[in-house]
DNA sequence: GATGAATGAGACTTCATTCAT
DNA sequence: AATGAATGAAGTCTCATTCAT
């Protein structure tokens, strides 16, 4: 990707200027290198020459740095709610439709290592860049209710717990695939095995759909939830 | 908390030569100064600050930041596992040392912000200091045996289920805390509450408790785990 | 000689964008730095300063020090050659010739001091920088081959020896003059004279053309060459 | 010598102290990193090292870089002078004499690359050191007194030309050996090929001592030196 | 729109030297 | 005599951003 975009450097095609073009390498570009780097350990020039375009470009479309942050996450953020809402969980059984809603939500993130990346230097920045995003802001609010509606569908057929908050439920969900996702190489290190192989994550993706839906299994006589 | 290590700048109590004081001062200011910038936005020169020392001794003590950063991860790594240790499961019926070791986990992130902070960084750097770091290889076997040993004491009681590997079971303790607090600005944010208070971390904290035991009780027919 | 560099700064002859002055702005400064002070005792501060320019641009047009070394290098080898192939040397019997090539090795060295004092350090550092310039490596053969035919015309003539290898007489030819000006300090010192006079310099002048010659002459009986 | 030193590291045999020891020990270093090196590439810390003993030590006993870099000079030219008059070239004919002195003169730079790297960078600080150093003065007379001498006595013997200036005689003597060590990879670079092998400097020896016997031979009739 | 040159600020690191023991 | 800790100054290099074309 990168050979190409050096090779292609000069080509007298692509003097034709294209500016929407321009934009989209740069943000693709930046989003990779946020992501291999961060926010403070990438580079500006770095980013202009993944993108095969002159530095300066990307003052002149994003502003600044921040700025291109910014638009790295509302890309990322809105690839994954939009996908989010194609997975049409209201015609599914309650159980399916949070099995889907896992699969999903793991399959995503195994997919999308710069999303993980992104909002772990987001967060490290106080979600500053998210905050005065208004993109970002309105594009969750269908995701709460999908969950919400999921769980009461699954309450009012018998089949899910009925004491169950979806933010929390949506939280739990997520971090049980962000965790391993995000955590990878230390946890590989540290239990001196490699859980970066087709296989463990496979194992790991079982396990995960597995914890929810035992979690959320009404149950004759639980521990006391304290 | 910046603004108080600058205040106790220059203190009267600081003995003359005492290089271990150094050392402990120069350790706590870079775990401070990593955990709130990551490697590439902490300054060494802001770290010597916050310890209350020049900026060289840094170099005199460590030998340069990637080693610095080593030593903070080796220290806060350390921490964990020692007070795991003294959690003393084997003591306790199955559920109850389940119940402490999910607790312990919450509350020691919850306490102990500058962990998820290191590691996330860590991570970015696939690992790169954990693995030159023996010390840190050498401590956590203890961690998984003692899952393992509580899984099956357990399964052997009747009160959980059989099929569960420890390092996922561990890994899904962790993450359900982790995630909580490592993007607990962006999922604030996005859900337009504020997820940083005593009560909504009270909360959490029921919730992954309960969340745990009840993914772990053996069940009369579960749904199949794909 | 410093300070005239530094009188001339800020001299608003220079163009607002100019990059090739620039370039040769700060390929000038480097001779004269690194011949003063070594590549181990020279500042690319000073450097910058000495050409007007902001240091950074250093790092812009060179990448870095060593490679303006190359540079500086490259620039003081390419003028010796250039001018030993305008001698013309085959136009000439060939005692005249050597007599040439001899004076003008002599006075080039008398004239450019950078060019021993930045050969002195190259070698400190085992001709790295030569060896990793092509430039520089391609423009020697035609001075070994200017050599050889000046001495294999003399001795068809009868006028030189027979026996010599033109490397070894190059190295005779240049050492002669090199050791002088290399070393005129510590011989002036350790001498309790002052080598770094007109008179001094025309006299060793005459004393290296004269030895060379003698040398070069075919002999009745000489001790055996081996 | 290098690995000797740092495997002697921490000996406890040297617990003893013995200043003595320890000052020559700092001073063989000190010759070793100043030739290796230069005098502004040089590491007090390392030349330390090198000696097995604490920095501070190097200021205890020579001052400071400056005063030991001269105590470096004085040693290295000490031997050279020493061993020179232990020649004995009165006791030899005028030829045998010279042959000998030039001999010796090419075998002490092959043997000795510290004296060639250090003479270097002592130019470039224009012998400041030397003319600081009265004992290094004072063993220069002997030199020039046993080369006038030897070239009267070949004179008067008819074996040598009489118009002969013993310095500059001694310059071209040094000279071809010098510049022949002193630029070995700078001229094995550009003349590719490797100089610095026993069978080249067996070569450029029987080239220097033929060169100079042939230069100082009375001539029927020589080229007009000027 | 697009480019390469230029810059002010500052980052990490080194180093000769001095201090306290 | 000998040591490790400490420091002020400075050195190489980086980088986000702006300028001139």
Same mark, same amino acid.
């Given at each position: 990707m990168e050979e190409t975009a050096r090779m292609n450097d000069k080509r007298p095609i692509r003097q034709k200027r294209d500016p929407e073009a321009t934009r989209r390498a740069l943000l693709a570009a930046a989003i990779a290198e946020f992501a291999d780097k961060g926010l403070a350990g990438s580079r500006v020039d770095e980013i202009?020459?993944?993108?095969?375009?002159?530095?300066?470009?990307?003052?002149?479309?994003?502003?600044?740095?921040?700025? +291109?942050?910014? @638009?790295? *996450?509302?890309? !990322?953020?809105?690839?994954? %709610?939009?996908?989010?809402? =194609? +997975?049409?969980? @209201?015609? *599914?059984?309650? !159980?399916?439709?949070?099995? %889907?809603?896992?699969?999903? =939500?793991f399959d995503h993130l195994a997919e999308h290592p710069e999303l993980v990346a992104l909002l772990n230097d987001e967060n490290r920045h106080e979600a500053r860049h998210v905050k005065s995003s208004p993109q970002i802001q309105a594009m969750h609010s269908p995701l709460v209710r999908m969950i919400d509606e999921t769980l009461a569908r699954g309450a009012r057929d018998g089949v899910f717990r009925t004491d169950m908050d979806p933010i929390n439920v949506y939280i739990s969900i997520a971090g049980l695939a962000y965790f391993f996702f995000a955590n990878n190489h230390t946890l590989s290190a540290i239990f001196d095995t490699n859980l970066d192989t087709a296989r463990e994550v496979s194992r790991r993706r079982r396990h995960v759909i597995d914890f929810v839906l035992s979690a959320l299994q009404p149950r004759e006589v639980g521990p006391s939830p304290n």
């Open positions: 202009a020459h993944r993108a095969g375009v002159n530095k300066q470009l990307v003052y002149h479309h994003f502003g600044n740095k921040d700025d +291109l942050f910014r @638009a790295a *996450l509302e890309q !990322v953020y809105g690839e994954i %709610r939009a996908r989010e809402q =194609s +997975l049409n969980l @209201a015609d *599914l059984p309650a !159980v399916a439709a949070m099995e %889907r809603l896992v699969g999903f =939500s």
